[in-house]
C-alpha cells in the first residue's frame, strides 16, 4: 500500500541521514510504535481486571529482570 505523508523539513532530512530505504525505516517505527500502544492497552487492561490490587512484588522484579535484558525501556533495577 502506498501512503503519503508530509513531515517537517528538518525531520525528513534526519531520517534521509539515518537510513537509505526510508519506506522501510518508516515501517520499522510504525510497527513499534502499534506494538507498544497495544502493550500499553494490554498493561491497562490487567491494571483494570486488578481493581487496585498490588501486583506480587515477585512477578514485578522478574518482569523488570526480562525487560533489562531485552534491553527494553521502563526497566528498573529492583532494590537488594
Known sequence: MRVTVRL???LGEEVKRR???VSKYVEE???E???R???RRARQEIL???EGESVDPALH?????VRQSEGRPGATRSAE
Open 29 to 31: 517505527a510504525l510497527i
Open 19 to 21: 537510513t537509505e530505504n
Open 61 to 65: 522484579d522478574q518482569n523488570q529482570q
Open 48 to 50: 483494570d481486571m486488578a
Open 37 to 39: 500502544e497495544e502493550r
Open 8 to 10: 517537517s523539513d528538518d
Open 33 to 35: 510504535k502499534i506494538q
